[in-house]
């Protein structure tokens, strides 16, 4: 079935620092994939997605790829603020099912 | 208007005893699901729904029984809970079989004393 494998945490970054979080995923098919975001004590929220490869999914600053031949599909903000600071989860999508990564949770010092 | 509501909130309860969590959503969509989040964040998948009917049970033990009255609704029955059982427990849909977003619920954060 799907995996999802992202960088374990906690990521500890200064405000206006670069961030990646690094996730690939194996799948059969053609998966979407996902970044969500979950702030403490909420639900998990679309941050964004791509659906076919070479694809980009932006939102708020952030990004990322759907890269096919590496299997990778990395978070990347130019900038963070302390306001980003949460747990993001990587998702590989499949028939009636979701997979999720373990989750990062990301600290961004003032 | 919340797009996916569970509750309750918070369930404080005893081993051994028998409790339900509600979900409903009012996107129209017709697949729903149940995830377990570990205290370590982990979140995995334990049923997905289909216009009322079950299409994936994750090798979930059958002390847990879904329910779907109509494809707006999915709700949790757990019965003789455990310690083990401990967790947040999120309710989500989609529109589609899995390839646009799926929407959470808040979540309900059970703690089996």
């Known amino acids: 079935g799907n995996s999802v494998t992202q960088m374990e945490g906690p990521v500890t970054l200064s405000e206006e620092a670069f961030l990646t979080i690094n996730c690939t995923y194996t799948?059969?098919?053609?998966?979407?994939l996902f970044w969500y975001v979950q702030y403490p004590g909420e639900g998990l929220q679309l941050l964004l997605k791509?659906?076919?490869?070479?694809d980009k999914g932006s939102n708020k600053g952030f990004e990322a790829t759907y890269r096919k031949e590496t299997t990778s599909f990395h978070l990347e903000k130019g900038s963070v603020q302390v306001s980003d600071s949460a747990v993001y989860f990587c998702?590989?999508?499949?028939?009636?099912?979701?997979?999720f990564g373990t989750g990062t949770r990301l600290k961004v010092l003032a | 208007d919340t797009a996916v509501s569970q509750t309750p909130k918070y369930l404080v309860t005893q081993m051994g005893n028998d409790k339900s969590i509600k979900c409903e959503q009012n996107?129209?969509?017709?697949?729903m699901y149940w995830y377990k989040q570990d205290s370590k964040k982990f979140l995995k998948i334990m049923f997905s729904?289909?216009?009322?009917?079950?299409?994936i049970n994750e090798t979930v033990p059958n002390r847990f029984s879904p329910k779907s009255p109509d494809k707006a609704h999915l709700n949790l029955h757990i019965n003789s809970l455990e310690l083990g059982d401990s967790a947040v427990y999120f309710c989500?849909?989609?529109?589609?079989?899995?390839?646009?977003?799926?929407?959470f619920g808040s979540g309900t954060q059970l703690s089996v004393l």
């Open positions: 791509a659906t076919k490869a070479d």
């Open positions: 799948a059969t098919g053609y998966p979407s």
């Open positions: 989500a849909s989609s529109q589609d079989s899995g390839y646009e977003k799926l929407f």
């Open positions: 998702a590989c999508s499949g028939t009636y099912k979701y997979i």
């Open positions: 996107l129209g969509h017709d697949t």
């Open positions: 729904y289909n216009n009322k009917e079950l299409i």
